[in-house]
């Protein structure tokens, strides 16, 4: 049954939305595949003149509060696809035009639309590899909440050859207690619950592991083990081995670990396709692995092959600079070398990730100034000033961008320098390429200018920028001033530098919606009044919030043309969510669901409430008798 001239016309005017009982009343069979394709309502539009086929849209998505992202036109009521584009951006009753006989018409019921959000930053590969081995929350696992979970790891794993996961806590050279176990950093507080197996467990800075003896031993390390370049196998007063690793020394037993991995297929199918499916849930249409190994980046172009990926992936590939062993450098160096194979319609490769310090928590950022309590000590370079600058050159050369991993102030300006002094040189790609400064903590005031000057683009990471703990721990190391100093993203953002977010998951939330309330408010989520850090000087608006989720982090993939935008011409990739975030107050922001994200027109995410009506047999929903899932 199809609605009249005049309720189409009221839903094209938008002054009388239909209810659920109207698009109820179509044919349940359209409606039936209109619910699984859409969720939202389903409403058969009256139109006088179908359009042709070639001329219709697939889809039409109506009555809509359309938020952008396209500086040119911000808000829109509606937008139609044709394939997995869209086509059209503007009023209903421009979008309405594109309906033809077989086109599906969608009531958005006045739900906020974005596009899909952008993670410029993150970690999925090592946050499959915690989510399927042993998964522990650095704030809340006890150590006897540990044990048991690491015994049933064990026990519904007898193939595995290790144990492995993460996150720990930060952990101390001086054997001090880890803070969520109230355990001492020793070996000993793991061989207590697996001694006959190698067990490692990550520090949530992703800097430093903690291991058992066993894996010690299956390394060949003992205490007369001399500590690899860029690492240290950390010692007691007695000079034994206390089980803690840093940097490199960490990655000595990891690679270790590594060489257990399953096979490309297994770890697509059965790993990454939920840790995606999970992002899509929070919004997220395309990422930025940033740091993949050559194995997990086959998993993503195994799963985009056979049209099962579920999100866009742009990647940075490590450096064999972050390997020990020359089987894994030549594996990095292979793929450095044949980005093309690593490429497929939804996987591309932006460059090489490049670490060049640690974390400000554990003094091993590299500072410009000695830290707190010491004359001298600034932080220890991960790799060589020189080397960075010979590795930028060289991949600058080969049309590959760096994206270095900058903790402190001296990492950041050794970046800002090295591209100045790149660009000097004749026949470089300095100015095409993107060269990157990823978290962009502690930046020197002198240097907030010179992203923009030298075209260095940037990620931060605010996700945590609020009082809390580990806020603290970086203020006894730096001094509270510089502390204040951190985040700087307005300064930069307003000098023209191209910026994005990148959470840096898995080592903090994905969660965009914290992330977008935290970098406005800058205090912890849900907070309408307290202290903040330096929001005054330093926080930016919700537009531009989104922007940095959007279109900055589309930037930030050189993908800007394609994604990051409600336009016409470009993927059709969006989310709609059940509040709109410019209405309620911007400490609610992190409450937000999302409804569905869509990828290149296709649904990846179809939200539980959604799911619900569905599965209720209402079809698309009858919110009158399900008041729970209205919104
Ligand atoms: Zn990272």
């Given amino acids: 049954m199809k609605h009249t001239k005049e309720e189409f016309e009221h839903i094209v005017n938008g002054d009388n939305i239909l209810n659920r009982r109207d698009f109820m009343k179509t044919g349940a069979k359209t409606a039936v595949i209109a619910a699984a394709m859409t969720q939202f309502g389903f409403i058969e539009v009256f139109a006088q003149e179908p359009n042709t086929k070639e001329e219709s849209a697939d889809v039409i998505y109506l009555n809509g509060k359309v938020y952008t992202s396209n500086k040119n036109q911000k808000w829109a009521e509606a937008f139609a696809l044709k394939g997995d584009k869209f086509v059209k951006v503007g009023t209903n009753k421009e979008v309405a035009a594109l309906r033809g006989k077989e086109t599906i018409v969608v009531d958005l019921k006045k739900h906020l639309v974005m596009p899909g959000l952008i993670d410029a930053h993150m970690h999925p590969d090592m946050a499959a590899e915690n989510y399927f081995n042993v998964q522990i929350d650095e704030l ?108 490199l020394a960490a990655t000595v037993v990891w690679e270790k670990f590594l060489d257990t991995h399953p096979p490309v297929e297994y770890i697509g199918d059965k790993h990454m396709k939920p840790v995606f499916s999970y992002l899509n849930s929070l919004g997220l249409t395309s990422v930025s692995d940033v740091w993949a190994r050559n194995y997990f980046i086959e998993s993503y172009n195994y799963l985009d092959r056979k049209d099962e990926l579920s999100l866009r992936i742009a990647v940075y590939i490590n450096d064999e600079v972050d390997f020990v062993s020359e089987e894994r450098k030549k594996a990095a160096r292979d793929a450095i070398n044949n980005i093309d194979k690593l490429t497929s319609k ?99 005031k002198a240097d907030r200018k010179r992203f923009a000057e030298l075209d260095v683009i940037c990620d931060f990471s605010p996700v945590f920028w609020y009082q809390m703990a580990a806020i ?33 998951w898995f080592v903090t939330p994905a969660d965009p919606w914290i992330a977008i309330e935290t970098v406005v408010t800058r ?102 008798k399900h008041p729970q899932y209205s919104s």
């Avoid at 794993?157 to 720990?168: H, R």
């Avoid at 001298?376 to 991993?405: C, I, M, Q, T």
């Fill in 472 to 504: 603290d721990i970086v203020a006894e190391d730096i001094g509270k001033k510089r502390v204040g100093d951190m985040f700087p993203i307005k300064e930069i953002m307003d000098s023209g530098a191209h910026c994005g977010i990148g959470t840096d």
């Fill in 523 to 624: 205090r912890a989520p849900g907070l309408k009044e307290g202290p903040t850090l330096h929001a005054e000087e330093y926080a930016i608006s919700l537009d531009d919030a989104i922007h940095l989720y959007t279109m900055g982090s589309a930037y930030t993939q050189h993908r800007e043309n394609e994604i990051g935008s409600i336009e016409e011409g470009k993927f059709a990739d969006f989310i709609v969510v059940d509040q709109n975030i410019f209405e309620v107050p911007i400490y609610d922001v992190h409450k937000t669901k999302v409804l569905s994200t869509v990828l290149g027109g296709k649904d990846v995410y179809i939200s539980e409430m959604v799911q619900n009506i569905i599965d209720a047999g209402e079809l698309s929903g009858d919110y009158e």
């Fill in 346 to 444: 939804q996987v591309s490769i932006l460059g090489v990730k490049y670490i060049l310090d640690g974390g400000a928590a554990g003094q091993t950022a590299v500072m410009l100034e000695p830290y707190e309590g010491s004359k001298d000590y600034k932080g220890p370079w991960r790799v060589s000033p020189e080397e960075y600058k010979e590795k930028l050159f060289k991949y600058d050369a080969l049309g590959l961008s760096v994206n270095a991993h900058c903790a402190g102030d001296a990492a950041t300006r050794l970046v800002l320098d090295s591209v100045e002094e790149l660009r000097k040189k004749p026949g470089n790609n300095a100015k095409k390429l993107r060269h990157c400064v990823a978290h962009t903590a502690i930046v020197n």
């Fill in 140 to 247: 809340s696992t006890s150590y006897e909440e540990f044990r048991e979970i690491v015994l049933k790891d064990i026990k519904e794993n007898p193939e595995k050859e290790w144990v492995f996961g993460g996150n720990l806590d930060y952990l101390w050279d001086d054997g001090s207690d880890i803070k969520m176990f109230g355990k001492p950093t020793h070996k000993s507080i793991i061989d207590d619950i697996v001694s006959d197996k190698p067990a490692y467990f990550w520090e949530i800075s992703g800097h430093a592991a903690l291991v058992n003896t066993k894996a010690l031993e299956v390394c060949g390390i003992t205490k007369d083990t001399p500590d690899p370049v860029g690492g240290h196998y950390v010692k007691d007063e007695n000079g034994e081995l206390t089980g803690l690793l840093r940097e």
